[in-house]
């Protein structure tokens, strides 16, 4: 048994260690005083305060998540009526095929998704006159284009789940169908779209190729930013900026643990207390 | 065949005229035409797949008929949405709104009806009162044992006052003991608010006790229609007398019909067995049915000499306030017959036991007999 144990421990840092020392390095080396990335110089903060006055490096990341903001916002709007289409409406003329449109974005290559964004925004550049200038517009339509696939296939799965009896009780006792819809269907599914929302911003916040083939003069975000950078060589400030990055959803992931922890021990606590009242 | 349609014409508050629903080219309701008087406690009864749970599914409207018309209280119908229908309906699987407390749940259907919120409020209050829930008013679904949540499902429905309850297997998912229960709950409850019911039911002992007439249906049609004791003791075919309860049944021929009566000669039975029942002549085939309660059972021979068939015991199973016996003829057929256990004695000393020489008696009232099945 012991010797299962240590196998089992060494596998495991393994594993962790695989994952994480990349990470763990570059964390390190933020703290670096060296402008050389790789070679230690003594522990330092200024990386991280050079980057907070750095311009550039705030407009980019503001940007970046003004259009992650607004794209899955959207994304989510037109992926949770997509979903509803596909799940609820069994027979229609043309269901296949959406459903097989809808859902190719997610296996095709994003530089194809980038290319033909682009080609279709000069095209309509040309013959209606907008968009007029590629930038913050252009790339929030490519952004919601792809992500909403996600929100689309999430909520369809969960609505596919749903017994539908609930719907057709609401309807049965005197709820025309947009009532249906607002009373009972979306706070059912409510955390699908909310993981949907969740998985389209960060989609959005980190992508580097489409947004690359989709922007104008003056918007850079913050992941094309950190790549044009990286191409002059990996400096202790870009280590700071992804540093702060993982910092911040490390802050988000955690939070939604606890919440996700909190809501499952209510339920469980519930559950006891209904068994405990039946006995 | 003193069975069939008793319900007086006018006073029809449900009115299903010649219905058929197909899907594709399956036929799940197949010309149906039935009525169902103001009040009633009507169950259609059937095995999985007859219709009957689409024909319920057409009266609150989330099926739309192929053919023929639906009348609820004088009104067609045809083109009413589920939500505008006089109608409400409780689900087998209840369909409880799982974010919304009891009490929610209960109300929701009240939102759209023209009172006031106090007014809303006593309502489910009232409802929960009479299912005995209102302790759990705050409590979700998911914090609730079944037959709490079927209550639930049952209060909700009633909420509106509808002019029609309709119940999918009301009690299907619950265990016997609280079946058994929630069964007199609902007749008691349907009788106090005077709502029409009509229940979907797969479980013959449940359409018996809760409906005051029952449809037997068949592969989407209604093979026939009666008080529970018309349908088990005046059973209008082969197959109600077979799905109603248990029957022994044989191939007869009829060899005599008199005024006695129809006399008719198995070569299951091996004796003639004289029925009072009449429309048959001499030669006809049928088929002869008799209960196995309605059989008497004797290990002296009885002075009546007609109907009388001697046999062997074979089996027999004890269950306390009866005994199912196997009996086995000089023929080799095999029939049932059931017996009350009326005096206290070891279950090896009650009327007969293996291996015993009786005699089974069959009152001619008690035999029944139908023609060939169409």
Same mark, same amino acid.
């Given at each position: 048994m012991k010797q299962r144990s240590t196998f089992l421990f060494s596998v495991m840092a393994f594993g962790l260690a695989f994952l994480y020392v990349p990470i763990l390095s570059m964390m390190f080396f933020s703290?670096?005083?060296?402008?050389?990335?790789?070679?230690?110089g003594g522990f330092s903060t200024q990386w991280y305060g050079k980057l907070f006055s750095n311009s550039q490096v705030i407009d980019a990341a503001l940007l970046s998540l003004r259009i992650a903001l607004l794209s899955a916002t959207l994304a989510t709007i037109l992926g949770t009526m997509a979903g509803l289409a596909l799940a609820r409406f069994r027979r229609f003329r043309g269901r296949a095929l959406l459903s097989g449109l809808v859902t190719a974005p997610l296996i095709m290559p994003e530089v194809i998704t980038g290319i033909s964004s682009l080609l279709l925004f000069i095209m309509m550049a040309e013959w209606l006159g907008w968009p007029g200038q590629r930038g913050f517009t252009t790339i929030t339509i490519a952004h919601i284009t792809f992500s909403m696939t996600y929100v689309t296939v999430i909520v369809q799965s969960r609505l596919t789940a749903m017994d539908l009896s609930i719907e057709e009780a609401a309807m049965d006792l005197g709820s025309r169908p947009w009532q249906v819809l607002r009373d009972v269907t979306l706070p059912i599914i409510s955390p699908a779209i909310l993981s949907g929302w969740l998985l389209a911003f960060t989609i959005s916040l980190d992508d580097v190729v489409i947004t690359s083939f989709t922007t104008g003069p003056g918007y850079t975000t913050l992941p094309m930013l950190i790549w044009s950078k990286v191409k002059l060589g990996v400096t202790p400030d870009i280590n700071a900026l992804a540093t702060v990055i993982v910092v911040v959803v490390a802050i988000g992931v955690a939070i939604s643990a606890v919440i996700l922890t909190r809501a499952d021990k209510r339920r469980e606590r519930d559950i006891q207390m209904a068994i405990a009242a039946n006995k | 065949m003193t069975a069939g349609e008793s319900a007086? *014409? *006018?006073?029809?508050f449900i009115h299903i005229e010649g219905v058929t629903k197909s899907f594709g080219s399956f036929k799940a309701v197949d010309n149906v035409t039935l009525s169902i008087s103001k009040g009633e406690l009507f169950a259609l009864l059937g095995g999985s797949g007859c219709g009957k749970t689409t024909l319920l599914r057409m009266l609150a409207g989330f099926e739309t008929p192929t053919a023929g018309r639906i009348f609820i209280d004088g009104q067609d119908m045809a083109g009413v949405p589920a939500y505008e229908r006089p109608v409400n309906m409780m689900f087998q699987s209840y369909a409880l709104f799982p974010h919304m407390t009891v009490a929610k749940n209960v109300g929701y259907?009240? @939102?759209?009806?023209?009172?006031?919120q106090v007014q809303r409020e006593d309502r489910v209050r009232e409802m929960l009162n009479l299912v005995q829930l209102s302790h759990l008013a705050d409590r979700k679904p998911h914090q609730l044992s079944g037959g709490q949540r079927q209550r639930v499902a049952l209060a909700r429905s009633l909420a509106k006052l509808p002019k029609l309850l309709l119940l999918d297997e009301p009690l299907g998912a619950l265990d016997k003991k609280l079946r058994e229960h929630t069964q007199f709950e609902i007749a008691n409850i349907q009788y106090k608010l005077g709502i029409t019911f009509v229940v979907v039911t797969h479980d013959q002992e449940e359409a018996m006790t809760l409906a005051s007439r029952i449809a037997v249906m068949d592969k989407g049609v209604i093979r026939q229609i009666g008080s529970p004791s018309d349908i088990y003791e005046h059973p209008n075919s082969r197959f109600v007398a077979d799905f109603i309860g248990s029957a022994n049944m044989v191939e007869a021929e009829v060899t005599k019909a008199d005024g006695a009566g129809t006399e008719v000669l198995s070569p299951s039975l091996g004796h003639p067995i004289l029925v009072a029942s009449s429309g048959y002549t001499k030669g006809d085939k049928v088929t002869l049915a008799f209960r196995p309660e309605k059989v008497s059972i004797s290990r002296k021979k009885p !002075? !009546? !000499? @007609?109907n009388v068939l001697k046999g062997t015991v074979q089996d027999f199973g004890y269950f306390g306030k009866d005994s199912l016996y196997r009996i086995k003829l000089p023929t080799g057929h095999v029939l049932s017959v059931n017996a009350v256990n009326a005096e206290r004695a070891a279950a090896e000393q009650a009327v007969a036991t293996w291996e015993d020489e009786v005699y089974l008696t069959i009152a001619p009232a008690a035999a029944m007999l139908f023609g060939a099945e169409t």
């Open positions: 703290f670096n005083r060296s402008r050389l990335a790789t070679v230690w | 007086p *014409q *006018q006073s029809d259907g009240l @939102k759209h009806e023209d009172m006031t !002075a !009546a !000499a @007609k």
